[in-house]
């Protein structure tokens, strides 16, 4: 969508709400010693210690609460296996940080990276080692095969998805809500008609579009496509395999299009000139709409107005548009750069419910991991998201337009995000529209 830097806003500002001040992880404590990056010390050898004197390095961009929350499950393996195993934050720009250590033929040990691409990319240039048994079972066992799929190349399994963020919400204004004497719907046929309707007669402003914002348009394209397609559908067009004149495609934009200029503040102009977060403030700081869809980031921005989450701040998932209860996800990927000894044994580790379950306790995470109970979350949001997550394991997908060339997902003014403004613009140039996505997705994918 776009890029490195807005990928790690939204898989990281939910941990800027619900993760301050996060439980401490009973038995996951380092102690002193040397640390880079917020690296914990390597307990004593023995025995039960089969990696004592082992040193791993992993790079990742997490900073803040985020890190110091992942650096308690790199302890818990840590006290295990008696390893050290030394923190190193890349920046934003995780492929800036890489690409000389690759180079140099000095990679971390492990990596996390912010797409899959990155996993397509690294794996050609023979930076990544392959799984191995052991690691792959554990992926297996935890994570459904779409997931597996995510993080391979050429048939070979290189990572694993780590860190999950949940792209298929609706939030909303309780206030009015209750004004218009409304629920949450179940169908997106009456959240754009019979609530939205209600919420205008009460005199609320139903949505708050973040037009100006394109992958906030790319978001509501892919929850409503995956609703009404399918995942099989989906995929497809993820890939291009399905062009972008389809039938399907044709359906989906017809129902956005289904949303009221009148419904949306500031009508579709307005909308427009509306980016994100601005969208989010206009909700609950400024009460001008009823609600903004978008990802559960939208979290952080909440915490800046006087409404808190879960109280005048409330939410429901994405209503379905078609048979499947959509569920759209971001995620973290972790790969193994070298066969250094311990690097499969800590991908191992982070591929299994005893190590997501430990990292949900804490907050500020979500996990595709399906043996991870929702009860392990410590908030309202995170437990509602997990469930959503354990309920659609083998329909959930990753977001569309980050599995594309970034000319077609992730570029401002283009691709997607500028025709998909356009059709925000022009409601009624559906089929205008199809073909030049069509034409633009040809170019980007290679394809005629």
């Not at 998805?161 to 179940?186: F, R, T």
Request: aromatic content about 8%.
């Amino acid at each position: 969508m776009v890029g490195d830097a807005v990928t790690n806003r939204r898989l990281t500002a939910l941990a800027a709400v619900v993760a301050a001040g996060a439980l401490a992880l009973a038995g996951c404590g380092g102690g002193g010693g040397e640390k880079s990056g917020g690296g914990g010390s390597s307990p004593g050898g023995g025995g039960n210690k089969p990696l004592a004197g082992v040193t791993l390095e992993v790079a990742a961009k997490w900073t803040g609460t985020e890190q110091e929350n992942f650096q308690k499950v790199l302890n818990m393996f840590q006290d295990q296996t008696g390893a050290t195993v030394k923190y190193v934050p890349t920046g934003e720009d995780t492929g800036a940080f890489l690409g000389p250590r690759i180079a140099a033929k000095t990679p971390p040990d492990i990596a996390i990276l912010p797409q899959p691409g990155l996993v397509q990319e690294y794996a050609k240039q023979g930076a990544l080692k392959p799984l191995s048994a052991e690691v792959v079972a554990e992926i297996d066992k935890n994570y459904s095969q779409y997931w597996k799929d995510l993080a391979s190349a050429d048939g070979k399994v290189y990572g694993m998805m780590v860190k999950a963020a949940h792209k298929s919400i609706v939030w909303y204004l309780k206030e009015a809500y209750d004004n218009a004497g409304v629920q949450p719907p179940q169908t997106f046929d009456q959240l754009v008609g019979e609530t939205a309707d209600k919420l205008a007669e009460s005199g609320a402003t139903p949505f708050s579009l973040c037009g100006a914002s394109g992958w906030t348009l790319t978001d509501l394209f892919e929850n409503v496509y995956l609703s009404q397609a399918g995942p099989e559908n989906y995929d497809k067009l993820a890939k291009h395999e399905l062009k972008w004149t389809d039938a399907t495609v044709t359906k989906a934009l017809q129902t956005i299009a289904k949303i009221k200029p009148d419904h949306v503040l500031g009508g579709s102009s307005g909308a427009l000139q509306t980016d994100f977060p601005t969208c989010v403030t206009r909700v609950f700081g400024e009460k001008k709409a009823a609600m903004v869809i978008e990802a559960d980031f939208v979290a952080a921005t909440v915490s800046t107005t006087k409404e808190k989450v879960g109280e005048g701040a409330q939410f429901f998932p994405f209503p379905k548009a078609g048979d499947t209860a959509p569920v759209v996800l971001g995620s973290d990927i972790a790969v193994a750069m070298t066969e250094e000894k311990g690097a499969m044994e800590l991908m191992r580790f982070l591929s299994s419910a005893e190590a997501a379950t430990a990292w949900a306790k804490l907050g500020g995470y979500l996990s595709a991991n399906k043996n991870v109970s929702p009860d392990s979350y410590p908030d309202a949001l995170t437990k509602e998201l997990g469930r959503t997550i354990q309920a659609s394991a083998d329909t959930a997908r990753y977001d569309m337009s980050d599995l594309a060339p970034s000319a077609f997902g992730a570029t401002d003014g283009k691709g997607e995000w500028k025709l998909l403004q356009d059709l925000l613009r022009n409601p009624g140039d559906v089929k205008g529209i199809q073909s030049k996505l069509e034409s633009e997705a040809a170019k980007a994918f290679g394809g005629s």
